[in-house]
Protein backbone atom coordinates (compact mmCIF):
# COMPACT_ATOMS: atom_id res chain seq x y z
CA UNK A 1 0.00 0.00 0.00
CA UNK A 2 1.59 3.14 -1.31
CA UNK A 3 1.76 6.06 0.95
CA UNK A 4 -0.96 8.05 -0.85
CA UNK A 5 -3.03 5.10 -0.52
CA UNK A 6 -2.43 4.71 3.44
CA UNK A 7 -3.46 8.27 4.27
CA UNK A 8 -6.61 7.92 2.06
CA UNK A 9 -7.65 4.93 4.39
CA UNK A 10 -6.49 6.68 7.52
CA UNK A 11 -9.33 9.78 6.29
CA UNK A 12 -11.67 7.35 5.53
CA UNK A 13 -11.02 5.62 9.15
CA UNK A 14 -11.88 9.06 10.78
CA UNK A 15 -15.34 9.50 8.59
CA UNK A 16 -16.40 6.10 9.34
CA UNK A 17 -15.48 6.27 13.14
CA UNK A 18 -17.14 9.96 12.95
CA UNK A 19 -20.68 8.43 11.30
CA UNK A 20 -20.84 5.05 13.81
CA UNK A 21 -23.49 5.06 16.26
CA UNK A 22 -21.30 6.83 19.22
CA UNK A 23 -20.76 4.75 22.51
CA UNK A 24 -21.53 1.52 20.97
CA UNK A 25 -19.07 0.27 19.00
CA UNK A 26 -21.54 -1.03 16.57
CA UNK A 27 -22.35 0.29 12.74
CA UNK A 28 -25.73 -1.48 12.41
CA UNK A 29 -27.91 1.81 13.10
CA UNK A 30 -26.23 3.71 10.40
CA UNK A 31 -25.10 0.86 7.71
CA UNK A 32 -21.61 2.72 6.92
CA UNK A 33 -19.59 -0.20 6.23
CA UNK A 34 -15.76 0.13 7.50
CA UNK A 35 -12.90 0.40 5.81
CA UNK A 36 -11.63 -3.04 6.89
CA UNK A 37 -14.17 -5.16 4.67
CA UNK A 38 -12.53 -4.41 1.30
CA UNK A 39 -9.21 -5.66 2.57
CA UNK A 40 -7.79 -8.97 2.39
CA UNK A 41 -6.18 -10.93 4.86
CA UNK A 42 -2.69 -9.67 4.63
CA UNK A 43 -3.95 -6.40 4.70
CA UNK A 44 -5.92 -6.71 7.56
CA UNK A 45 -2.65 -7.54 9.44
CA UNK A 46 -0.69 -4.84 8.38
CA UNK A 47 -3.51 -2.00 9.63
CA UNK A 48 -3.76 -4.51 13.37
CA UNK A 49 -0.30 -3.04 13.70
CA UNK A 50 0.77 -4.08 16.94
CA UNK A 51 -1.22 -5.51 19.86
CA UNK A 52 -1.70 -6.05 22.90
CA UNK A 53 -3.85 -8.50 25.27
CA UNK A 54 -5.74 -7.65 28.56
CA UNK A 55 -4.10 -10.48 30.18
CA UNK A 56 -5.45 -12.29 33.23
CA UNK A 57 -8.62 -10.24 33.23
CA UNK A 58 -11.72 -12.03 31.55
CA UNK A 59 -9.95 -15.04 31.06
CA UNK A 60 -9.65 -15.06 35.04
CA UNK A 61 -10.60 -18.58 35.97
CA UNK A 62 -13.10 -18.04 38.96
CA UNK A 63 -15.58 -20.23 38.17
CA UNK A 64 -14.45 -23.42 40.55
CA UNK A 65 -14.34 -20.70 43.18
CA UNK A 66 -17.06 -18.95 43.01
CA UNK A 67 -19.42 -20.98 41.31
CA UNK A 68 -21.46 -19.16 38.33
CA UNK A 69 -23.70 -16.36 39.68
CA UNK A 70 -21.18 -13.81 41.29
CA UNK A 71 -20.85 -10.18 39.65
CA UNK A 72 -18.88 -10.04 36.86
CA UNK A 73 -15.65 -8.10 38.17
CA UNK A 74 -15.54 -11.01 40.54
CA UNK A 75 -13.99 -12.87 38.14
CA UNK A 76 -12.67 -10.11 36.41
CA UNK A 77 -10.49 -9.70 39.33
CA UNK A 78 -9.58 -13.10 40.68
CA UNK A 79 -6.20 -12.98 39.42
CA UNK A 80 -5.06 -9.79 40.83
CA UNK A 81 -6.08 -7.48 37.88
CA UNK A 82 -7.89 -3.96 38.16
CA UNK A 83 -11.54 -3.70 36.64
CA UNK A 84 -10.83 -2.57 33.18
CA UNK A 85 -12.26 0.82 32.49
CA UNK A 86 -12.32 2.73 29.12
CA UNK A 87 -9.29 5.39 29.69
CA UNK A 88 -6.97 2.08 30.42
CA UNK A 89 -7.94 1.39 26.43
CA UNK A 90 -7.32 5.00 25.26
CA UNK A 91 -4.02 4.28 26.86
CA UNK A 92 -3.46 1.53 25.05
CA UNK A 93 -3.85 3.14 21.78
CA UNK A 94 -2.34 5.97 22.98
CA UNK A 95 0.87 3.99 23.72
CA UNK A 96 0.99 2.87 20.02
CA UNK A 97 -0.94 -0.40 20.08
CA UNK A 98 -3.60 -0.65 17.31
CA UNK A 99 -5.02 -4.22 18.18
CA UNK A 100 -6.41 -5.62 21.28
CA UNK A 101 -6.59 -9.42 22.09
CA UNK A 102 -9.07 -9.84 25.05
CA UNK A 103 -8.91 -13.51 26.61
CA UNK A 104 -12.11 -14.65 27.91
CA UNK A 105 -13.06 -17.89 30.12
CA UNK A 106 -17.00 -17.89 29.13
CA UNK A 107 -17.60 -20.95 31.79
CA UNK A 108 -16.84 -18.66 34.62
CA UNK A 109 -20.87 -18.00 34.05
CA UNK A 110 -21.45 -21.38 32.42
CA UNK A 111 -23.45 -23.94 34.23
CA UNK A 112 -21.59 -26.70 31.65
CA UNK A 113 -20.94 -30.04 34.11
CA UNK A 114 -24.68 -30.30 34.68
CA UNK A 115 -25.02 -29.94 30.93
CA UNK A 116 -25.96 -26.22 30.59
CA UNK A 117 -23.95 -24.27 28.07
CA UNK A 118 -26.02 -20.99 28.44
CA UNK A 119 -23.34 -18.49 29.20
CA UNK A 120 -24.85 -15.53 31.32
CA UNK A 121 -25.76 -12.50 29.28
CA UNK A 122 -24.41 -10.41 32.38
CA UNK A 123 -20.59 -11.92 31.04
CA UNK A 124 -21.60 -11.57 27.26
CA UNK A 125 -22.68 -7.95 27.98
CA UNK A 126 -19.28 -7.15 30.78
CA UNK A 127 -17.27 -8.21 27.14
CA UNK A 128 -19.24 -6.04 25.03
CA UNK A 129 -18.67 -3.21 27.27
CA UNK A 130 -14.85 -3.86 26.81
CA UNK A 131 -15.32 -4.32 22.83
CA UNK A 132 -17.15 -1.27 22.77
CA UNK A 133 -13.95 0.67 24.71
CA UNK A 134 -11.71 -0.77 21.95
CA UNK A 135 -13.76 -0.02 19.40
CA UNK A 136 -14.38 3.50 20.14
CA UNK A 137 -10.75 3.85 20.80
CA UNK A 138 -10.19 2.72 17.16
CA UNK A 139 -8.55 -0.74 17.81
CA UNK A 140 -9.31 -4.06 15.95
CA UNK A 141 -10.22 -6.26 18.82
CA UNK A 142 -10.23 -9.95 19.10
CA UNK A 143 -11.73 -12.25 21.92
CA UNK A 144 -11.60 -16.04 21.96
CA UNK A 145 -12.28 -18.89 24.48
CA UNK A 146 -8.85 -18.95 27.10
CA UNK A 147 -8.24 -22.24 28.68
CA UNK A 148 -10.77 -22.01 30.62
CA UNK A 149 -10.45 -23.93 33.39
CA UNK A 150 -9.59 -27.02 30.98
CA UNK A 151 -12.61 -28.15 30.15
CA UNK A 152 -11.09 -28.54 26.29
CA UNK A 153 -9.63 -31.84 27.87
CA UNK A 154 -13.04 -33.73 27.58
CA UNK A 155 -12.38 -34.15 24.32
CA UNK A 156 -9.72 -36.33 24.71
CA UNK A 157 -11.56 -38.41 27.72
CA UNK A 158 -12.20 -42.29 27.42
CA UNK A 159 -15.87 -41.62 27.98
CA UNK A 160 -17.91 -41.20 24.65
CA UNK A 161 -20.35 -39.14 26.54
CA UNK A 162 -17.62 -37.10 27.74
CA UNK A 163 -16.21 -36.25 24.41
CA UNK A 164 -19.85 -35.79 23.11
CA UNK A 165 -20.32 -33.09 25.97
CA UNK A 166 -17.05 -31.86 24.55
CA UNK A 167 -18.35 -30.90 20.80
CA UNK A 168 -21.57 -29.62 22.35
CA UNK A 169 -19.82 -27.29 24.53
CA UNK A 170 -17.99 -25.67 21.43
CA UNK A 171 -20.47 -24.96 19.12
CA UNK A 172 -23.15 -23.90 21.51
CA UNK A 173 -20.49 -21.76 22.94
CA UNK A 174 -19.51 -20.07 19.56
CA UNK A 175 -23.29 -20.18 18.56
CA UNK A 176 -24.24 -17.69 21.45
CA UNK A 177 -21.18 -15.73 21.08
CA UNK A 178 -21.12 -15.48 16.95
CA UNK A 179 -25.26 -14.32 17.37
CA UNK A 180 -24.39 -11.88 20.58
CA UNK A 181 -21.66 -9.65 18.58
CA UNK A 182 -23.17 -10.58 14.99
CA UNK A 183 -23.91 -6.45 14.85
CA UNK A 184 -20.54 -5.77 15.60
CA UNK A 185 -18.12 -4.34 12.63
CA UNK A 186 -15.33 -5.64 11.22
CA UNK A 187 -13.02 -4.38 14.20
CA UNK A 188 -14.22 -7.31 16.07
CA UNK A 189 -12.35 -10.47 15.68
CA UNK A 190 -13.21 -14.43 16.59
CA UNK A 191 -10.30 -16.39 17.88
CA UNK A 192 -11.71 -20.17 17.94
CA UNK A 193 -9.39 -21.33 20.86
CA UNK A 194 -6.13 -19.64 22.71
CA UNK A 195 -3.37 -22.78 22.79
CA UNK A 196 -5.75 -25.58 23.12
CA UNK A 197 -6.23 -26.70 19.93
CA UNK A 198 -3.81 -29.69 19.98
CA UNK A 199 -2.18 -31.25 22.90
CA UNK A 200 -4.34 -30.06 25.11
CA UNK A 201 -7.50 -32.04 23.97
CA UNK A 202 -5.25 -34.93 25.89
CA UNK A 203 -5.22 -32.28 29.82
CA UNK A 204 -6.59 -34.20 32.96
CA UNK A 205 -6.99 -31.36 34.92
CA UNK A 206 -10.03 -31.46 36.87
CA UNK A 207 -13.46 -33.86 37.66
CA UNK A 208 -15.11 -33.48 34.14
CA UNK A 209 -12.09 -35.05 32.02
CA UNK A 210 -9.89 -37.37 34.28
CA UNK A 211 -9.37 -40.17 32.50
CA UNK A 212 -8.39 -37.73 29.51
CA UNK A 213 -4.94 -38.73 27.23
CA UNK A 214 -7.00 -41.19 25.09
CA UNK A 215 -6.18 -39.65 21.70
CA UNK A 216 -2.50 -39.55 19.20
CA UNK A 217 -0.99 -36.79 17.83
CA UNK A 218 -2.56 -37.83 14.00
CA UNK A 219 -6.17 -37.71 15.76
CA UNK A 220 -5.59 -34.95 18.00
CA UNK A 221 -4.40 -33.16 14.60
CA UNK A 222 -7.47 -33.93 12.67
CA UNK A 223 -9.95 -32.60 15.84
CA UNK A 224 -8.27 -29.27 15.62
CA UNK A 225 -8.95 -29.14 11.74
CA UNK A 226 -12.34 -30.37 12.54
CA UNK A 227 -13.37 -27.52 15.25
CA UNK A 228 -11.98 -25.00 13.39
CA UNK A 229 -13.67 -25.74 10.43
CA UNK A 230 -17.21 -25.80 12.82
CA UNK A 231 -15.96 -22.49 14.22
CA UNK A 232 -15.96 -20.97 10.66
CA UNK A 233 -19.29 -22.52 9.79
CA UNK A 234 -20.75 -21.49 12.92
CA UNK A 235 -19.92 -17.97 12.52
CA UNK A 236 -20.49 -17.65 9.10
CA UNK A 237 -24.48 -19.04 9.63
CA UNK A 238 -25.67 -16.60 11.55
CA UNK A 239 -25.67 -13.58 10.01
CA UNK A 240 -24.56 -9.98 10.26
CA UNK A 241 -21.48 -8.73 10.42
CA UNK A 242 -20.22 -12.44 10.96
CA UNK A 243 -20.60 -13.38 7.26
CA UNK A 244 -17.82 -11.93 5.99
CA UNK A 245 -15.52 -10.91 9.15
CA UNK A 246 -12.55 -11.58 9.84
CA UNK A 247 -12.09 -14.50 11.78
CA UNK A 248 -8.74 -15.68 13.64
CA UNK A 249 -8.26 -19.64 13.18
CA UNK A 250 -6.06 -21.45 16.40
CA UNK A 251 -2.81 -23.45 14.89
CA UNK A 252 -1.78 -26.83 16.44
CA UNK A 253 -0.76 -25.97 20.30
CA UNK A 254 -0.08 -21.79 19.15
CA UNK A 255 3.15 -23.79 17.88
CA UNK A 256 4.90 -22.37 15.22
CA UNK A 257 6.63 -25.89 14.14
CA UNK A 258 3.51 -28.22 14.53
CA UNK A 259 1.39 -25.41 13.12
CA UNK A 260 3.49 -26.01 9.92
CA UNK A 261 2.97 -29.60 9.70
CA UNK A 262 1.39 -30.60 6.68
CA UNK A 263 -1.33 -32.42 9.35
CA UNK A 264 -2.69 -28.99 9.80
CA UNK A 265 -5.20 -27.84 7.70
CA UNK A 266 -6.45 -24.42 7.35
CA UNK A 267 -10.52 -24.59 7.07
CA UNK A 268 -12.64 -23.68 4.04
CA UNK A 269 -14.32 -20.71 3.81
CA UNK A 270 -17.73 -19.00 2.36
CA UNK A 271 -16.06 -15.82 1.65
CA UNK A 272 -12.34 -15.45 0.33
CA UNK A 273 -9.56 -13.82 2.08
CA UNK A 274 -10.78 -13.25 5.69
CA UNK A 275 -9.15 -15.96 7.56
CA UNK A 276 -6.11 -15.39 9.87
CA UNK A 277 -4.11 -17.92 11.69
CA UNK A 278 -2.89 -17.49 15.39
CA UNK A 279 0.31 -18.80 16.71
CA UNK A 280 2.86 -17.48 19.80
CA UNK A 281 6.32 -17.11 20.19
CA UNK A 282 7.85 -17.56 23.56
CA UNK A 283 11.26 -18.64 22.57
CA UNK A 284 13.50 -19.72 24.08
CA UNK A 285 10.48 -19.92 27.07
CA UNK A 286 13.73 -20.02 29.77
CA UNK A 287 14.44 -16.51 28.87
CA UNK A 288 11.16 -15.28 27.73
CA UNK A 289 8.21 -16.64 30.66
CA UNK A 290 11.14 -17.98 33.31
CA UNK A 291 14.03 -16.65 34.83
CA UNK A 292 16.03 -19.43 33.52
CA UNK A 293 18.35 -17.94 31.38
CA UNK A 294 19.58 -14.52 31.93
CA UNK A 295 20.80 -13.37 28.56
CA UNK A 296 19.60 -13.43 24.78
CA UNK A 297 20.90 -11.68 21.75
CA UNK A 298 24.30 -14.42 20.52
CA UNK A 299 24.04 -15.34 16.90
CA UNK A 300 22.10 -18.38 17.40
CA UNK A 301 19.86 -17.01 19.25
CA UNK A 302 18.82 -14.44 16.23
CA UNK A 303 19.36 -17.05 13.84
CA UNK A 304 16.67 -19.01 15.63
CA UNK A 305 14.38 -16.77 15.89
CA UNK A 306 14.39 -15.51 12.02
CA UNK A 307 14.08 -19.16 10.70
CA UNK A 308 11.14 -20.01 12.47
CA UNK A 309 8.98 -16.65 12.09
CA UNK A 310 10.26 -17.16 8.35
CA UNK A 311 7.84 -20.63 8.41
CA UNK A 312 5.07 -18.88 8.77
CA UNK A 313 5.55 -17.83 5.05
CA UNK A 314 4.03 -20.94 4.01
CA UNK A 315 0.71 -19.39 5.04
CA UNK A 316 0.84 -15.95 4.01
CA UNK A 317 1.57 -17.28 0.63
CA UNK A 318 -1.56 -18.88 0.73
CA UNK A 319 -3.21 -15.89 1.14
CA UNK A 320 -3.30 -16.10 5.01
CA UNK A 321 -2.93 -13.36 7.49
CA UNK A 322 -0.78 -14.13 10.72
CA UNK A 323 -1.61 -12.95 14.41
CA UNK A 324 1.08 -14.52 16.83
CA UNK A 325 -1.52 -13.49 19.75
CA UNK A 326 1.22 -14.20 22.10
CA UNK A 327 4.54 -12.98 22.84
CA UNK A 328 7.08 -11.16 25.38
CA UNK A 329 9.75 -11.05 27.70
CA UNK A 330 8.92 -11.42 31.18
CA UNK A 331 10.18 -8.28 34.11
CA UNK A 332 12.33 -9.42 36.67
CA UNK A 333 12.86 -8.80 40.28
CA UNK A 334 11.46 -5.91 41.28
CA UNK A 335 10.10 -4.71 37.65
CA UNK A 336 13.02 -4.60 35.88
CA UNK A 337 13.65 -4.99 32.26
CA UNK A 338 15.34 -8.55 31.62
CA UNK A 339 18.80 -8.34 30.16
CA UNK A 340 18.53 -7.79 26.21
CA UNK A 341 14.63 -7.64 26.56
CA UNK A 342 15.08 -4.55 23.99
CA UNK A 343 17.06 -6.08 21.76
CA UNK A 344 14.55 -9.44 21.46
CA UNK A 345 11.84 -7.25 21.02
CA UNK A 346 13.97 -4.88 18.11
CA UNK A 347 14.35 -8.10 16.33
CA UNK A 348 11.28 -9.98 16.87
CA UNK A 349 8.97 -6.60 15.33
CA UNK A 350 11.29 -6.33 12.93
CA UNK A 351 10.53 -10.05 11.34
CA UNK A 352 6.91 -9.24 11.81
CA UNK A 353 7.67 -5.80 10.03
CA UNK A 354 9.02 -7.73 7.18
CA UNK A 355 6.24 -10.64 7.00
CA UNK A 356 3.49 -8.50 7.76
CA UNK A 357 2.22 -10.23 10.38
CA UNK A 358 0.23 -8.55 13.83
CA UNK A 359 2.07 -8.85 16.66
CA UNK A 360 0.34 -8.65 20.05
CA UNK A 361 2.25 -8.53 23.52
CA UNK A 362 1.37 -10.66 26.22
CA UNK A 363 1.41 -8.08 29.47
CA UNK A 364 -0.44 -8.69 32.42
CA UNK A 365 -0.33 -5.00 34.05
CA UNK A 366 3.32 -4.99 33.95
CA UNK A 367 5.22 -3.05 30.42
CA UNK A 368 2.03 -1.13 30.74
CA UNK A 369 0.27 0.28 34.19
CA UNK A 370 -3.03 0.16 33.93
CA UNK A 371 -3.41 2.59 36.29
CA UNK A 372 -1.34 4.89 35.26
CA UNK A 373 -2.56 4.21 31.61
CA UNK A 374 0.75 4.01 30.16
CA UNK A 375 3.83 1.99 29.68
CA UNK A 376 6.35 2.66 32.40
CA UNK A 377 9.59 1.84 30.90
CA UNK A 378 10.84 5.22 28.73
CA UNK A 379 12.69 2.72 26.24
CA UNK A 380 9.73 0.39 25.73
CA UNK A 381 7.36 3.24 25.59
CA UNK A 382 9.19 4.98 22.97
CA UNK A 383 9.93 1.76 21.57
CA UNK A 384 6.10 0.61 20.47
CA UNK A 385 4.55 4.57 20.22
CA UNK A 386 7.09 4.75 17.11
CA UNK A 387 6.12 1.40 16.10
CA UNK A 388 2.20 2.50 15.75
CA UNK A 389 0.87 1.63 12.12
CA UNK A 390 -2.55 4.32 12.87
CA UNK A 391 0.28 7.23 14.41
CA UNK A 392 3.30 6.61 12.37
CA UNK A 393 3.80 3.74 9.90
CA UNK A 394 0.26 4.75 7.83
CA UNK A 395 2.43 7.86 6.54
CA UNK A 396 5.10 5.93 5.56
CA UNK A 397 5.14 3.74 2.39
CA UNK A 398 5.74 -0.05 3.16
CA UNK A 399 9.06 -0.62 0.97
CA UNK A 400 10.43 1.52 3.14
CA UNK A 401 9.37 0.19 6.56
CA UNK A 402 10.11 -3.30 5.53
CA UNK A 403 13.64 -1.93 4.29
CA UNK A 404 14.38 -0.37 7.62
CA UNK A 405 13.10 -3.75 9.16
CA UNK A 406 15.40 -5.88 7.17
CA UNK A 407 18.47 -3.29 7.89
CA UNK A 408 17.70 -3.56 11.72
CA UNK A 409 17.97 -7.47 11.58
CA UNK A 410 21.00 -7.97 9.37
CA UNK A 411 22.78 -5.12 11.83
CA UNK A 412 21.79 -7.77 14.64
CA UNK A 413 23.00 -10.36 12.85
CA UNK A 414 26.41 -8.46 12.03
CA UNK A 415 27.10 -7.64 15.41
CA UNK A 416 25.46 -10.56 17.66
CA UNK A 417 28.12 -12.58 19.82
CA UNK A 418 28.93 -16.04 18.12
CA UNK A 419 28.25 -18.06 20.96
CA UNK A 420 29.15 -21.78 20.39
CA UNK A 421 28.21 -23.63 17.15
CA UNK A 422 29.12 -27.77 16.98
CA UNK A 423 29.58 -28.77 14.04
CA UNK A 424 27.53 -31.57 12.25
CA UNK A 425 30.33 -33.90 11.98
CA UNK A 426 30.34 -33.80 15.98
CA UNK A 427 28.21 -35.24 18.78
CA UNK A 428 27.75 -33.51 21.74
CA UNK A 429 25.89 -34.66 25.12
CA UNK A 430 24.41 -32.80 27.93
CA UNK A 431 21.88 -32.08 29.88
CA UNK A 432 18.95 -30.45 29.07
CA UNK A 433 17.08 -28.97 32.40
CA UNK A 434 14.69 -26.78 33.89
CA UNK A 435 14.12 -26.23 37.89
CA UNK A 436 11.45 -27.10 39.34
CA UNK A 437 10.25 -23.02 39.95
CA UNK A 438 12.05 -22.66 36.64
CA UNK A 439 14.73 -20.31 37.89
CA UNK A 440 17.44 -22.40 36.51
CA UNK A 441 17.89 -23.39 32.89
CA UNK A 442 20.55 -25.18 30.89
CA UNK A 443 20.06 -25.44 27.05
CA UNK A 444 16.64 -26.86 27.06
CA UNK A 445 16.00 -27.91 22.81
CA UNK A 446 17.33 -30.62 20.99
CA UNK A 447 19.43 -28.09 18.87
CA UNK A 448 21.95 -28.01 21.74
CA UNK A 449 20.51 -24.03 22.43
CA UNK A 450 22.60 -21.04 23.80
CA UNK A 451 20.86 -20.05 26.87
CA UNK A 452 21.94 -20.86 30.87
CA UNK A 453 21.76 -19.20 34.25
CA UNK A 454 24.30 -17.12 34.98
CA UNK A 455 27.05 -18.71 37.40
CA UNK A 456 25.83 -22.77 36.28
CA UNK A 457 28.94 -24.95 35.26
CA UNK A 458 28.64 -27.96 33.00
CA UNK A 459 30.38 -30.71 32.17
CA UNK A 460 29.41 -31.58 28.24
CA UNK A 461 31.10 -34.09 26.28
CA UNK A 462 31.98 -34.85 23.08
CA UNK A 463 30.70 -38.04 21.42
CA UNK A 464 33.36 -40.28 19.76
CA UNK A 465 31.39 -43.54 19.47
CA UNK A 466 30.44 -46.48 21.72
CA UNK A 467 31.85 -46.27 24.96
CA UNK A 468 30.99 -44.98 28.74
CA UNK A 469 30.70 -40.88 29.17
CA UNK A 470 29.73 -38.72 31.83
CA UNK A 471 28.15 -35.13 31.75
CA UNK A 472 26.79 -33.26 34.63
CA UNK A 473 26.04 -29.53 35.96
CA UNK A 474 27.31 -27.31 39.12
CA UNK A 475 24.32 -25.19 40.05
CA UNK A 476 26.55 -23.93 43.11
CA UNK A 477 27.46 -20.79 41.36
CA UNK A 478 24.02 -19.47 40.35
CA UNK A 479 22.50 -16.87 42.56
CA UNK A 480 19.99 -19.27 44.48
CA UNK A 481 23.58 -21.96 45.21
CA UNK A 482 21.11 -24.81 43.74
CA UNK A 483 18.50 -25.98 41.75
CA UNK A 484 14.84 -26.98 43.58
CA UNK A 485 14.02 -30.23 41.71
CA UNK A 486 13.51 -30.63 38.60
CA UNK A 487 10.57 -29.61 35.77
CA UNK A 488 12.06 -30.80 33.37
CA UNK A 489 15.37 -32.73 32.21
CA UNK A 490 16.94 -34.72 29.45
CA UNK A 491 20.06 -36.09 28.30
CA UNK A 492 20.35 -35.16 24.92
CA UNK A 493 23.34 -36.26 22.10
CA UNK A 494 23.49 -33.44 19.08
CA UNK A 495 23.81 -35.14 15.88
CA UNK A 496 23.28 -38.51 17.54
CA UNK A 497 20.94 -39.88 15.14
CA UNK A 498 23.10 -38.12 12.26
CA UNK A 499 26.40 -39.46 13.11
CA UNK A 500 25.27 -43.22 15.19
CA UNK A 501 21.96 -44.07 14.07
CA UNK A 502 20.34 -46.42 16.08
CA UNK A 503 22.30 -46.48 19.15
CA UNK A 504 21.35 -46.73 22.17
CA UNK A 505 21.86 -44.40 25.69
CA UNK A 506 22.15 -46.81 28.43
CA UNK A 507 22.13 -44.67 32.22
CA UNK A 508 24.15 -46.09 34.39
CA UNK A 509 24.10 -44.10 37.40
CA UNK A 510 22.45 -40.51 38.46
CA UNK A 511 24.29 -39.06 41.43
CA UNK A 512 22.58 -35.86 42.99
CA UNK A 513 25.00 -34.04 45.28
CA UNK A 514 27.27 -36.47 44.95
CA UNK A 515 24.90 -39.56 46.25
CA UNK A 516 23.86 -41.96 43.93
CA UNK A 517 19.93 -41.87 43.02
CA UNK A 518 17.90 -44.69 42.80
CA UNK A 519 15.55 -44.64 39.62
CA UNK A 520 12.15 -44.55 39.97
CA UNK A 521 11.45 -46.38 35.81
CA UNK A 522 13.45 -47.76 33.07
CA UNK A 523 14.64 -45.34 30.76
CA UNK A 524 14.47 -45.50 26.65
CA UNK A 525 16.26 -43.89 23.74
CA UNK A 526 14.69 -41.99 21.54
CA UNK A 527 14.39 -38.56 19.55
CA UNK A 528 12.02 -35.44 18.80
CA UNK A 529 13.55 -34.37 15.76
CA UNK A 530 15.04 -37.38 14.05
CA UNK A 531 18.46 -35.40 14.97
CA UNK A 532 19.19 -35.20 18.58
CA UNK A 533 19.11 -38.67 20.64
CA UNK A 534 17.72 -38.59 23.85
CA UNK A 535 17.13 -40.04 27.10
CA UNK A 536 13.90 -38.17 28.98
CA UNK A 537 14.90 -37.87 32.79
CA UNK A 538 11.90 -36.05 33.81
CA UNK A 539 9.33 -35.43 31.25
CA UNK A 540 5.90 -34.67 32.82
CA UNK A 541 4.72 -34.38 29.52
CA UNK A 542 4.81 -37.30 27.88
CA UNK A 543 1.90 -39.69 28.79
CA UNK A 544 2.84 -42.45 26.39
CA UNK A 545 5.38 -44.09 25.03
CA UNK A 546 6.41 -42.30 21.37
CA UNK A 547 7.09 -44.61 18.05
CA UNK A 548 10.90 -45.31 17.59
CA UNK A 549 11.42 -45.68 21.50
CA UNK A 550 14.39 -48.23 21.80
CA UNK A 551 16.10 -49.98 24.54
CA UNK A 552 18.88 -52.92 24.43
CA UNK A 553 17.22 -55.69 24.46
CA UNK A 554 14.10 -54.41 22.93
CA UNK A 555 12.01 -54.90 26.37
CA UNK A 556 10.05 -51.59 26.36
CA UNK A 557 8.24 -52.61 29.86
CA UNK A 558 8.12 -50.45 32.40
CA UNK A 559 9.99 -47.78 30.36
CA UNK A 560 8.87 -44.35 31.48
CA UNK A 561 9.94 -40.88 30.48
CA UNK A 562 10.12 -39.70 34.04
CA UNK A 563 12.99 -42.29 36.18
CA UNK A 564 13.56 -39.29 38.57
CA UNK A 565 10.89 -37.65 40.88
CA UNK A 566 11.47 -34.86 39.50
CA UNK A 567 9.96 -31.99 41.49
CA UNK A 568 10.57 -33.69 44.52
CA UNK A 569 14.25 -33.84 44.46
CA UNK A 570 15.02 -31.26 46.38
CA UNK A 571 17.93 -29.07 46.34
CA UNK A 572 20.19 -30.12 44.04
CA UNK A 573 23.83 -28.53 44.14
CA UNK A 574 25.78 -31.08 41.74
CA UNK A 575 23.86 -33.05 39.06
CA UNK A 576 25.98 -36.08 37.08
CA UNK A 577 25.02 -39.24 35.07
CA UNK A 578 27.22 -41.85 33.79
CA UNK A 579 26.12 -43.42 30.78
CA UNK A 580 26.77 -46.27 27.97
CA UNK A 581 26.10 -45.21 24.24
CA UNK A 582 26.02 -48.71 22.49
CA UNK A 583 26.11 -49.48 18.86
CA UNK A 584 22.87 -51.50 17.64
Known sequence: MKKITKILFSMAMVLAMGLACLGCGKEKEVGLDSPYKTMNAIEFTKVMGNG??????????????????????????????PVTTKEMIQGMKDAGFDSIRVPVAWTNMMDFENGDYTINQAYIDRVGEIIDYAIEADMIVIINDHWDGGWWGMFGSATEATREAAHKHFTEMWTQLAKAYKDYDYHLVFESANEEMGNRFNDNTDKWNKDSGTLSMDECYALTNQLNQEFVDIVRKTGGYNKDRFLLVAGYNTDITHTCDDRYKMPTDTVEGKLLLSVHYYDPSAYCINSGISSWGTLADLESMNTMLEKL??????????????????????????????????????????????????DCNSLYDRNQCKIVYEEVAEFFKNKSYSQVQVNVDDVEVVGLAKRAINNAIKN?????????????????????????????????????????????????????????????????????????????????????????????????????????????????????????????????????????????????????????????????????????
Open 52 to 81: INLGNTMEAYGHSTYGINKATTVYETAWGM
Open 313 to 362: TKFTEAGYGIVIGEYGVLIEGQNQLKKNTMDYFTNFIANCEVYGYCPVLW
Open 416 to 584: APQGEVVPDTEARAWIMFNSNDWSIAYRVGDNYPDGQAEGLVATDVTITGAGSYTVALDFTGTAAGSATGTAFSALGILHGEDLYPGYIINIKEIRINGTPYTLTGKPYTTSDDASCTRVNIYNAWVTKLPEGARVQGGDLTGCTPSIVDGPNLGAIKTLEIDFEYIAP
